[in-house]
């Protein structure tokens, strides 16, 4: 099977060589960019201030690399959450002890906030200080779900943002662009994880039709982006590895 991978470039590696070892062909075609921090001193003071912080919740392994640009000592007394395996492997490369993190099960149904509260929710009370470590949009402001932060205030945390890195659109070369309009015609199997990234795709194939193409994606949201879009063919799967590589092999 041929399968698109849609992933950042850094992201998309460790997938390519799991699907490959499986003996798919694979084609990077990232529809998400990632860019430093928009703002350098509130990424530095959001640093600074980690030890008086009792957790920091990272979105992203993408928001953990851009937080430990340079090396951070992590405080004994801050928890790391994150909601999903990929994110707590680069918690752990970034220095952070295992011991210290808090991420949900490989077999739980999403990798999100909703699977994640119910382990931290007992370390949250009224003055508990949490950061959100996200990325930001192309206008520079951290952007992403409000669904945990809610929950934290409603609880009487004190909730600090920060973006430390940025999502933009790729820019494709005429190759890549010609190589997506092949892959959006012949069958290959796209898998998504991202809305954004289906919006960024439809930007830069605007008069392509996706009617011929497959995609797998690792939630309702993104699977109905993918409808909307126009995909021929959209398959929802987990987010593991091991689920989404079953799900590709269902529908070869």
């Keep these: 099977m041929r399968v698109v991978l849609t992933r950042p470039r850094r992201e998309a590696g460790r997938w390519a060589q799991a699907l490959v070892a499986r003996g798919h062909e694979v084609l990077l075609l990232p529809l998400i960019a990632i860019a430093p921090a ?144 092949e892959a959006a015609r012949d069958g290959s199997t796209w898998l998504l994880s991202s809305s954004e990234a289906v919006a960024h795709l439809r930007s830069l194939l605007p008069d392509v039709p996706l009617s011929q193409a497959r995609a797998v994606a690792t939630h309702e949201r993104i699977a109905q982006a993918a409808r909307d879009a126009g995909f021929g063919v959209v398959c929802l799967s987990r987010p593991s590895e091991d689920a989404v590589t079953a799900t590709l092999e269902s529908i070869g």
């Design 38 to 181: 928009p703002d350098a001193a509130s990424l530095r003071r959001a640093v600074d201030a980690l030890p008086g912080c009792q957790a920091a919740m990272f979105v992203s392994g993408s928001a953990v690399r851009g937080f430990f640009r340079e090396p951070v000592p992590w405080p004994a007394t801050t928890r790391a959450w994150c909601t999903g395996p990929g994110t707590a492997r680069a918690l752990q490369e970034s220095g952070v002890p295992a011991a210290n993190i808090d991420v949900p099960d490989g077999d739980a149904v999403q990798f999100e906030s909703e699977s994640l509260w119910p382990l931290v929710s007992d370390q949250v009370r009224a003055g508990t200080r949490v950061l959100l470590v996200r990325g930001a949009g192309a206008d520079g402001r951290p952007s992403g779900r409000d669904w945990l932060a809610s929950r934290l205030h409603a609880a009487g945390a004190q909730v600090d943002v920060v973006a430390s890195y940025t999502r933009q659109a790729p820019a494709w070369s005429e190759q890549e662009r010609a190589t997506a309009s």
